[in-house]
């Protein structure tokens, strides 16, 4: 494969090559392994999620950093609860 930065459009064959690879792996799975698969990425997005509202407060305890990700999380389910975010575009 070309340097990305050799040629113009050689960034952009590399992205479609690599997304190309990910959906005929995805293809390949069962139902069990697809499952897991998303249960491993929510685990790493909380995850995520726990370490940004602890660096973002200075927060040291994990339970008062959990304690943040819940109130986060409330504040979005109100959110959505209040419709302030939709699934559809406007009219």
Wanted: hydrophobic residues 35%.
């Amino acid at each position: 494969m070309a340097n990305p930065h050799d040629h113009p459009t050689a960034l952009k064959d590399l992205q479609d090559s690599i997304y190309r690879d990910k959906v005929l792996r995805a293809r390949n799975l069962t139902p069990e392994q697809r499952f897991e698969g998303g249960l491993e990425h929510t685990n790493f997005v909380m995850r995520l999620m726990l370490d940004g509202a602890m660096q973002q407060n200075g927060i040291t305890d994990i339970r008062e950093g959990w304690a943040e990700v819940r109130r986060r999380m409330e504040r979005l389910c109100r959110a959505r609860d209040h419709q302030f975010y939709t699934f559809q575009a406007p009219a």
